[in-house]
């Protein structure tokens, strides 16, 4: 897992190997413990980069290994062997219920329940087709305890695990499969996308940066050397490392480097078989910004 924040990496890791022994037992799960973590550290990571991470680097992470496991192992619960939940939506919607009421962060506990579902989703290929004031609106009233209020809950008053039949028949009907398109690159991501290519991004200053082609230098008789010759080629616009790169400077770049998408400079290429973070970070950034003040 790699962060803009270097003073995440200890952290993180230290929580990831705390959970190594219970890793094998999230095998069978299309979301592990580790996978928690990782979305919550980049969660972190973004809100740092935009000067919300008030609280700086001293409260991230759990603050209870119990609650975290506790919230992760609903995906597996059950008794005598028959588990009691059994498709994808229901685990999906049990675990992004346990992480909000089980609080297992010091912050950031419905922003990573949220991310966490979406990131579930995508990786069954779905993504919501709801507005994302709604997904604000369902974060908070199971949050609040309102949701046995809601008149759409009727029809599962009588569960007592209601909330999780309710919320899983949600993810089901209000989601639609995902295609290329729906996925983002971000500027952390190209930068390494175009290291494969001779080129990088540096020298942010206001709100753009350099475009810079490196060459290998070789001495008179064609030897290799260690000296690079670094040319600016051009400028982009550069909101920040975690942010999304728009259409419009992804042309502007593929002009300064000549680089298309048929060469692989294309988020296929940055992500190929695994739904990023980083896009999902971007397309919700709104509705974890609006959560963050809840």
């Not at 996978?35 to 700086?56: A, P, Q, R």
């Not at 219920?97 to 950031?108: E, S």
């Not at 506990?109 to 919501?128: D, G, S, V, W």
């Not at 930068?191 to 001495?219: A, C, Q, V």
Request: glycine share 8%; with cysteine.
């Amino acid at each position: 897992m790699e962060f803009v924040h270097q003073g995440l990496f200890e952290e993180h890791k230290r929580w990831i190997d705390s959970f190594s022994e219970e890793i094998a037992l999230f095998n069978d799960c299309v979301i592990c413990i580790t996978d928690v973590l990782n979305i919550h550290f980049s969660i972190v990571d973004y809100f740092l980069e935009t000067g919300d991470g008030e609280k700086g680097l001293g409260n991230i992470g759990p603050k209870d290994r119990e609650l975290l496991y506790s919230a992760a192992a609903r995906q597996i619960g059950g008794y005598c062997g028959n588990p009691i939940w059994k498709t994808d939506y229901e685990k999906c919607a049990t675990l992004f219920y346990g992480l909000i009421k089980n609080h297992p962060f010091h912050d950031c506990n419905k922003r990573t329940a949220l991310l966490t579902a979406l990131y579930y989703l995508a990786k069954l290929n779905r993504a919501p087709t709801a507005r994302h004031k709604e997904l604000e609106i369902i974060t908070l009233i199971i949050a609040s305890n309102e949701i046995r209020n809601r008149k759409a809950f009727k029809p599962y008053s009588k569960f007592e695990d209601g909330e999780i039949r309710f919320l899983a028949q949600y993810f089901q009907k209000n989601t639609s499969p995902i295609d290329m398109r729906y996925y983002v690159i971000t500027y952390n991501e190209l930068n390494k996308l175009l290291g494969g290519f001779g080129y990088s991004l540096n020298n942010p200053h206001g709100n753009s940066i350099d475009i810079i082609r490196i060459e290998k230098r070789s001495s008179l008789f064609g030897l290799p050397i260690k000296k690079e010759r670094h040319t600016r080629v051009g400028v982009i616009g550069f909101p920040g490392w975690t942010r999304e790169v728009s259409n419009k400077e992804m042309r502007l770049l593929r002009e300064y480097t000549g680089l298309t998408a048929k060469d692989g400079l294309d988020c296929q290429v940055a992500y190929k078989e695994n739904p990023p973070l980083s896009s999902l970070l971007n397309k919700y950034g709104g509705v974890l910004q609006y959560l963050a003040k809840k």
